[in-house]
Each structure stands twice: as structure tokens, then as C-alpha cells.
């Protein structure tokens, strides 16, 4: 991969001299969707898939970006402290965004640079291309320019580049678990204080099956934000009877005593999927530390429904997939993960058999719907590097 790249790089930028290949992972969250901004705890992990870039300083102040997975698009040019939207549409807004994030913290840019990407996660699939793109970027600027950043600061950077910057009101789990990942290991990651632990996931004979609904999502054209919203508006509805800072930091008997407070049945059923799929997800790593995978994948099987019957994020599609996905034997747990509208599932499938659950999943899942799922088997990698 590494020779591929450095050829490309050379294809655009004349040669390939003095460049680095640096890579971070995308993720994919195991349970604990949409509670992020919400207070809640999230298990998501790193994956071996992700993005690669390529990069070299310049002597100028001129910022080149190309990526291989948009060839059409060419090299597109910005400036050192030039950091604009010209187009929402347009991929080099993350990259853009960070180098913006960083500024603002004052670490500006001595000079340019070259950069080359090219991610191997599928596109619209729901496993972060966007937060695995930008602490990517971010993960460059540190090592090129000698700017001193841990882990979870860059996880927040990436974040405020993607909420202030690109728009997109996201919580902090996706660039979290990108730039803390750890091979073999989950993060049990409490997003209101951003306290965590790593979760060993151990899953002798048991794959990881990602299967891409290959139905488009776009958070920004999505309903993320309107659910965020409702959810802030239950909150400030409970806090007039309960002193609480987040839906989560309420118990779920402790929330059916006092959901009463929140006037409308609709946001009721929103608080009431945070604050039960923060509950199943305490319960997931608890599970997951005494190796009771079939406790884990029962709670991913609620989690999915709650996300359909509670907070309406699956859609048509989703519900198919997962539905199918259940029907299989061999199958432990399987549910959508991510933003929803689209995507992706992640399903738990006993090793012997993978290839009929791709199989009969796959049918079942064109003859409701008429589209085409991809499946991917996956590993659980770690954070970013220098390749």
C-alpha cells in the first residue's frame, strides 16, 4: 500500500521526495448510538480500515489537497490561513476545518504543504470517513509541524472542525475513537467528562460483519440535528423537577418516574431511547469483561429496535437489514450503527457461518428493499500513525 501511495503522490506532485504516509482508522460504534451528546457512554472501536495521506512541506504558503478516491476533482489549492467553504459539498472542508481548529488554538502554519489521500472505508457506510479524515489531518500537523497535541485533543479538534467549520453538530464519540484506538480493544468512553476505559474484545470463533445498506446518508441531510434539538428540549423540561446536567445522568427507573415532566409523547420516546441505550451499554461492557457474547448481542438487538421504535433514526432500509440479519443462524447480535437515514449494520456471526449470513442476509435484504448490501469482515485496529 505504502508504494501505491508514494507512486501517486509522485503522479501529482512530480515526484515523491521527503514524503510521509501517515493513517487513521475509521470506527465503528458497538452500541451506544445517538447518547453521545447526550451524556452517555459509548462503545465504539477503531477499525484496520480507514484513510491514508500522503504529505510534504512546501517552501511556499500554498495547501494542495488530491484525493484517490475523487480523481474528477484533481488538486484543489487554499493558502496557508485561508480556510474557507466554497462549497458544502466539497470533501477538503474537514482538512480545511481542522487546519482552521488548530489555528484558532494558535498553531498556525510555518509554510505549506502536498497532500495525497485515499481511504479504503466504503463511502456512505456510517463508519466516520469524515472524523477518521480529519484527526488524520490532524495527526499530520503535529508530526510535520511539531505542534503538541494528545490524543483527546485532537479527538476535540477534529470535533469543533466538524461542528464550527463543516457545520455538522456531531458529539465528540466518532473523533474520540479514531484517534484513542487500541487493537483488539473497545472504548467505554463517557462523553460528558470524556472519561474512559478500554474494553479487551475477545471473540474466539465470533467475525465482525460490517454490512453496508448502500442506501446514501449525509449527516448534514439528515435529521441529527432536529433529534439533538428534541433531545436539549426534554432536558430543559426535566431539570425543572431533577437536577441533572444530561439525559444520562439519570437511571432509567429514575427517568420513568419523572418523564412525565416532558410535555410531548415524541420527545418522550427521544429521552427515553438515551436514557436506556445508555443503561444497555454499561450492561454491553460488563458483558464483554466476562466474555458473555450472547448477553452482548441480545442488547444489540434492543438497542436496534430502540433506535427504530424510539428515536426513528434506521429507516426502511436499516430495519431490512437488521431484520434479516436476525432470521440468520449463527448470528449473535446485529444492529445499525452511526447516524442513521442509511449506512450501516454490525452484526456478531459465529465464524462457520459468515459466508451463508452474507449469503441469506444479502437476499432477503435486496428482495425487500431492491438494493444491493456490501458486507465487510473487519478487525479492530488502532489509532493513528506514521506508516
Same mark, same amino acid.
Given at each position: 500500500?505504502?508504494?501505491?501511495?508514494?507512486?501517486?503522490?509522485?503522479?501529482?506532485?512530480?515526484?515523491?521526495?521527503?514524503?510521509?504516509?501517515?493513517?487513521?482508522?475509521?470506527?465503528?460504534?458497538?452500541?451506544?448510538?445517538?447518547?453521545?451528546?447526550?451524556?452517555?457512554?459509548?462503545?465504539?472501536?477503531?477499525?484496520?480500515?480507514?484513510?491514508?495521506?500522503?504529505?510534504?512541506?512546501?517552501?511556499?504558503?500554498?495547501?494542495?489537497?488530491?484525493?484517490?478516491?475523487?480523481?474528477?476533482?484533481?488538486?484543489?489549492?487554499?493558502?496557508?490561513?485561508?480556510?474557507?467553504?466554497? *462549497?458544502?459539498?466539497?470533501?477538503?472542508?474537514?482538512?480545511?476545518?481542522?487546519?482552521?481548529?488548530?489555528?484558532?488554538?494558535?498553531?498556525?502554519?510555518?509554510?505549506?504543504?502536498?497532500?495525497?489521500?485515499?481511504?479504503?472505508l466504503p463511502a456512505g457506510a456510517g463508519l466516520s470517513s469524515s472524523a477518521s479524515l480529519e484527526v488524520l489531518t490532524g495527526f499530520i500537523l503535529c508530526d510535520l509541524y511539531g505542534f503538541e497535541v494528545s490524543g483527546e485533543?485532537?479527538?476535540?479538534?477534529?470535533?469543533?472542525?466538524?461542528?464550527?467549520?463543516?457545520?455538522?453538530?456531531?458529539?465528540?464519540?466518532?473523533?474520540?475513537?479514531?484517534?484513542?484506538?487500541?487493537?483488539?480493544?473497545?472504548?467505554?468512553?463517557?462523553?460528558?467528562?470524556?472519561?474512559?476505559?478500554?474494553?479487551?474484545?475477545?471473540?474466539?470463533?465470533?467475525?465482525?460483519?460490517?454490512?453496508?445498506?448502500?442506501?446514501?446518508?449525509?449527516?448534514?441531510?439528515?435529521?441529527?440535528?432536529?433529534?439533538?434539538?428534541?433531545?436539549?428540549?426534554?432536558?430543559?423540561?426535566?431539570?425543572?423537577?431533577?437536577?441533572?446536567?444530561?439525559?444520562?445522568?439519570?437511571?432509567?427507573?429514575?427517568?420513568?418516574?419523572?418523564?412525565?415532566?416532558?410535555? *410531548?409523547?415524541?420527545?418522550?420516546?427521544?429521552?427515553?431511547?438515551?436514557?436506556?441505550?445508555?443503561?444497555?451499554?454499561?450492561?454491553?461492557?460488563?458483558?464483554?469483561?466476562?466474555?458473555?457474547?450472547?448477553?452482548?448481542?441480545?442488547?444489540?438487538?434492543?438497542?436496534?429496535?430502540?433506535?427504530?421504535?424510539?428515536?426513528?433514526?434506521?429507516?426502511?432500509?436499516?430495519?431490512?437489514?437488521?431484520?434479516?440479519?436476525?432470521?440468520?443462524?449463527?448470528?449473535?447480535?446485529?444492529?445499525?450503527?452511526?447516524?442513521?437515514?442509511?449506512?450501516?449494520?454490525?452484526?456478531?456471526?459465529?465464524?462457520?457461518?459468515?459466508?451463508?449470513?452474507?449469503?441469506?442476509?444479502?437476499?432477503?435484504?435486496?428482495?425487500?428493499?431492491?438494493?444491493?448490501?456490501?458486507?465487510?469482515?473487519?478487525?479492530?485496529?488502532?489509532?493513528?500513525?506514521?506508516?
Amino acid at each position: 500500500m505504502k508504494e501505491k501511495l508514494l507512486q501517486a503522490f509522485a503522479d501529482q506532485y512530480g515526484d515523491a521526495q521527503d514524503a510521509r504516509v501517515y493513517f487513521a482508522p475509521g470506527r465503528v460504534n458497538l452500541i451506544g448510538e445517538h447518547i453521545d451528546y447526550s451524556g452517555g457512554y459509548v462503545l465504539p472501536c477503531a477499525l484496520t480500515l480507514g484513510t491514508y495521506g500522503v504529505v510534504r512541506k512546501r517552501e511556499d504558503e500554498k495547501i494542495c489537497f488530491y484525493s484517490m478516491n475523487f480523481p474528477e476533482d484533481g488538486v484543489k489549492e487554499t493558502r496557508v490561513g485561508t480556510y474557507q467553504i466554497e *462549497d458544502e459539498k466539497d470533501w477538503t472542508n474537514y482538512p480545511k476545518g481542522v487546519m482552521w481548529a488548530f489555528a484558532e488554538k494558535g498553531m498556525k502554519l510555518s509554510c505549506g504543504m502536498d497532500l495525497l489521500f485515499f481511504g479504503d472505508l466504503p463511502a456512505g457506510a456510517g463508519l466516520s470517513s469524515s472524523a477518521s479524515l480529519e484527526v488524520l489531518t490532524g495527526f499530520i500537523l503535529c508530526d510535520l509541524y511539531g505542534f503538541e497535541v494528545s490524543g483527546e485533543e485532537l479527538a476535540l479538534l477534529g470535533q469543533r472542525a466538524e461542528n464550527e467549520f463543516c457545520g455538522v453538530n456531531c458529539g465528540i464519540m466518532d473523533q474520540f475513537a479514531v484517534a484513542m484506538g487500541k487493537k483488539d480493544q473497545a472504548i467505554l468512553l463517557k462523553t460528558s467528562d470524556l472519561s474512559y476505559e478500554y474494553i479487551p474484545v475477545k471473540l474466539p470463533g465470533v467475525k465482525i460483519v460490517i454490512a453496508n445498506s448502500n442506501k446514501k446518508h449525509s449527516l448534514n441531510e439528515s435529521k441529527y440535528n432536529e433529534r439533538r434539538q428534541e433531545c436539549e428540549t426534554a432536558l430543559g423540561e426535566l431539570q425543572q423537577a431533577i437536577g441533572i446536567n444530561n439525559l444520562c445522568d439519570l437511571d432509567d427507573k429514575t427517568f420513568d418516574a419523572y418523564q412525565i415532566m416532558i410535555k *410531548d409523547e415524541t420527545r418522550q420516546k427521544r429521552a427515553h431511547h438515551a436514557v436506556y441505550e445508555n443503561e444497555r451499554t454499561k450492561n454491553a461492557a460488563e458483558a464483554l469483561r466476562a466474555n458473555d457474547v450472547l448477553t452482548f448481542g441480545q442488547l444489540m438487538k434492543e438497542s436496534h429496535r430502540s433506535l427504530s421504535e424510539d428515536y426513528e433514526v434506521t429507516g426502511e432500509e436499516m430495519d431490512a437489514l437488521a431484520e434479516a440479519a436476525w432470521q440468520q443462524e449463527g448470528v449473535i447480535g446485529s444492529r445499525m450503527t452511526g447516524g442513521g437515514f442509511g449506512g450501516s449494520t454490525v452484526s456478531l456471526v459465529r465464524e462457520e457461518y459468515v459466508d451463508s449470513f452474507i449469503k441469506e442476509t444479502g437476499k432477503l435484504y435486496t428482495e425487500k428493499t431492491g438494493l444491493k448490501a456490501d458486507f465487510y469482515l473487519v478487525e479492530i485496529g488502532g489509532g493513528p500513525m506514521l506508516q
